[in-house]
């Protein structure tokens, strides 16, 4: 079947969790013999890891969201026989409800997130979210929890949770790994609460090494407090996947300080647990603290608690035998509920069922 990917951004152009869990799913679905296109705001058309993906001028972006024009007149002449949005994406949303009916094709959606920076819009763009939601044959979520903490998901019929899983024959334990320093992935936004992280490790009388891999608009301010506290931490901007692999393996624990619900599910907190790496993450009421079994896979704190986070940390530095049992059971965590082929096919079924029904 023909399958159009809509989404504003792709990866490895931009390295984010909903880019690339689109990436890896379309080049799944690629590999079943499906005919893939992928939909981006900005850019031309253009090729990219052998997949097609088409972009649309974005003349610009509003709080990170793009203004595309052509959206519309793309989704009423595609030939797609099913399409695949990932949300949030107003722009997508709002041009499908311009699309005549008698165009419209058969959808699915995937709902990575709430909308929370913009959320001044919702009066006027939320009813049109809700309509959208209930014409797509699935709306799929990343957890149950977000579901039932999502006002837009909780009162859907055609909701299901399908999480986002990983490769686990190359996201493993390295047993040579001397899990020597924390890791923080992910892009420097204010919701991924860097600085929160950052001030638990001001706390510290002696702080043990910390990563951040990553980049983004927050950098120059990270650097400048990591400077006058003089913070044992390395920033690194750019890593391949074997290098992030290799990161992930050698770190005592992955911490995800997120503060708000655009952190829906933590992608990096299952790549992690594939690595045998224990996690530290903030208590969110979204699919973050699911992913994390608190005391089992890692622990929790409270959110936006630079004291919490500190105390997780000098928990662990003093519970070698607690750390190693999480390295073992973030592993079995994953290998359970996170292998990607297995949640793919699933997505793929509704890919299918949708032109079906």
Not at 115 to 130: A, D, H, N, T
Not at 232 to 243: A, G, K, L, M, Y
Request: glycine letters at 8%.
């Amino acid at each position: 079947m023909k399958i159009l990917q809509v989404y504003k951004d792709v990866f490895p152009e931009i390295s984010g969790g909903i880019e690339r869990h689109l990436h890896d799913l379309s080049l799944f679905l690629k590999s079943r013999g499906h005919s893939i296109e992928i939909l981006v705001a900005g850019g031309e058309d253009r090729i990219v890891d052998g997949l097609r993906v088409s972009g649309m001028y974005s003349p610009v972006r509003i709080l990170s969201n793009p203004v595309v024009p052509g959206f519309t007149r793309f989704l009423s002449d595609t030939d797609a026989d099913v399409i695949h949005f990932h949300l949030p994406l107003p722009a997508a949303v709002i041009a499908w409800a311009l699309v005549k009916k008698k165009k419209r094709k058969p959808y699915i959606v995937t709902y990575h997130s709430d909308i929370v920076r913009q959320s001044f819009v919702m009066p006027i763009y939320g009813p049109i979210l809700k309509r959208f939601l209930q014409g797509a044959s699935k709306v799929i979520a990343t957890s149950e929890k977000y579901i039932r903490t999502s006002r837009f998901l909780r009162e859907l019929d055609n909701s299901k949770a399908i999480p986002i899983g990983v490769d686990l024959d190359r996201f493993k334990p390295d047993i040579n790994a001397k899990k020597d320093y924390y890791l923080f992935v992910g892009r420097f936004r204010k919701y991924k609460g860097i600085f929160v992280l950052l001030k638990a490790w001001r706390k510290m009388s002696n702080p043990p090494g910390l990563i951040l891999v990553g980049g983004g608009g927050l950098i120059t301010k990270i650097r400048a407090f990591i400077r006058k506290n003089k913070l044992p931490v390395t920033i690194i901007v750019d890593v391949s996947d074997r290098e992030l692999i290799s990161l992930y393996q050698g770190a005592r624990a992955l911490i995800l300080p997120s503060i708000q619900r655009s952190e829906a599910y933590g992608m990096v907190q299952v790549e992690a647990m594939a690595c045998g790496t224990a996690i530290i993450s903030s208590d969110l009421p979204t699919g973050v603290s699911w992913v994390n079994r608190n005391n089992e896979t890692g622990l929790h704190f409270t959110t936006g608690d630079p004291a919490a986070l500190c105390d997780c940390v000098i928990e662990l530095e003093e519970s070698p035998d607690t750390r190693e049992m999480m390295y073992l059971n973030s592993r079995k965590r994953a290998e359970r509920f996170f292998h990607g082929t297995t949640l793919f096919r699933d997505v793929e079924e509704c890919l299918i069922n949708a032109i079906e029904n």
